[in-house]
């Protein structure tokens, strides 16, 4: 067995896109000890399967003066719900629920 630790620091953007995370990071701080990077992968595809959002280790950058090997990070994605809401607009603003252009009118005098 050896004494080697890989320590993760959980960032905001994991906090924010994925529930369990943040659930968490609450109940037990930002700062998680691993024995190994494998480890760490393991628990963090454990929080996107029970968040429904991927989170993921990401090495620290070796100019990082922090004493973490990896930060657990995230990534806000449009949410579905806006991108149907504005196509739902373009539609209605195309003058139907089809989504087909309607014909401009032709105006004589």
Do not use: C
């Not at 037990?28 to 029970?50: C, I, N, P």
């Amino acid at each position: 067995m050896t004494d080697a630790t890989f320590v993760v620091d959980i960032k905001p953007s994991a906090r924010r896109t994925n529930g369990a995370v943040g659930t968490l990071v609450n109940r037990r701080g930002r700062r998680h000890v691993f024995s190994s990077r494998d480890d760490a992968e393991m628990w963090a595809s454990g929080l996107s399967s029970r968040g429904g959002v991927s989170v993921w280790i990401r090495r620290a950058d070796p100019r990082d003066e922090s004493d973490v090997d990896a930060y657990l990070v995230g990534r806000r994605g449009r949410e579905p719900v806006l991108a149907g809401a504005y196509d739902k607009r373009r539609r209605r603003l195309r003058g139907g629920e089809d989504g087909e252009q309607k014909a401009f009118e032709s105006f004589t005098d």
